[in-house]
């Protein structure tokens, strides 16, 4: 099993330039988690999917939006990047939503905005 | 004030020496508390939960104390492997959201 794998790892994007961060997981887990890790602020996160279905904001959504594509499949959209999003993003998963699931992380994507 | 609080360090400390960190939380709903740890460059993964009673893993001991919410986590016999970045992470009340509260890290780092 992969786990949860992220693409791309790296992104260089230009002020006012839109992409699509990828997520999958293979664990067959319910819940996926979108994270943003900036120095000084731990991991926050910026979106999450419940289950298959359903997406709720987190504590810092401004400037994405998700998609649920599939039970596997999780995906972070930035329309309009912002130096403000440079960052390491981070997809996870867990089994449940619940407070006592593991949540399982992927490698990560190392985005900068110029 | 953060949510979750935790002295970034560097802690540096020779090889078989025994190290603690503490981490404050200041929401007193908070039931659920982990340990993550986190190498250079890589993603998170869980070191252990935390119970109210402490629980051990080997040569790490994790500790919860609610009336000063804080918990700590204890290595003895510090090995170079172990050197890498301790998260502390908490979940408000019995949530179904599986919301995570990161603190920012603790950096360790073992010399022989």
């Known amino acids: 099993n992969a786990g949860v794998t992220q693409t791309p790892k790296f992104q260089v994007l230009k002020t006012g330039q839109s992409m699509t961060l990828q997520c999958a997981q293979d664990m067959n887990h319910n819940s996926m988690y979108w994270y943003r890790q900036d120095p000084g602020m731990g991991l926050r996160l910026i979106y999450y999917s419940a289950s298959e279905g359903t997406t709720d904001k987190g504590e810092v959504p401004n400037g994405y939006n998700v998609s649920r594509l599939n039970k596997r499949e999780f995906s972070l959209r930035l329309e309009s990047a912002a130096p403000s999003q440079t960052s390491v993003y981070f997809c996870?998963?867990?089994?449940?939503?619940?407070?006592?699931?593991?949540?399982?992380f992927g490698p990560g994507t190392r985005l900068l905005v110029l | 004030r953060k949510e979750v609080e935790q002295d970034p360090g560097p802690f540096n400390v020779p090889e078989g020496a025994t190290v603690a960190f503490n981490c404050t939380y200041s929401?007193?709903?908070?039931?659920?508390f982990f340990w993550y740890r986190q190498d250079c460059r890589k993603e998170p993964k869980l070191l252990m939960s935390?119970?109210?009673s402490g629980n051990e893993d080997g040569r790490f001991t994790a500790q919860l104390n609610r009336a000063s919410q804080y918990i700590s986590l204890l290595i003895r016999d510090s090995k170079l492997s172990d050197s890498a970045t301790y998260l502390c992470?908490?979940?408000?009340?019995?949530?179904?959201?599986?919301?995570?509260?990161f603190g920012q890290g603790t950096t360790l780092q073992v010399k022989p």
């Open positions: 996870a998963s867990s089994w449940e939503a619940g407070a006592q699931e593991t949540q399982y």
């Open positions: 935390v119970y109210s």
């Open positions: 929401n007193s709903a908070s039931q659920s």
């Open positions: 992470v908490v979940i408000h009340g019995s949530s179904n959201t599986g919301k995570l509260i």
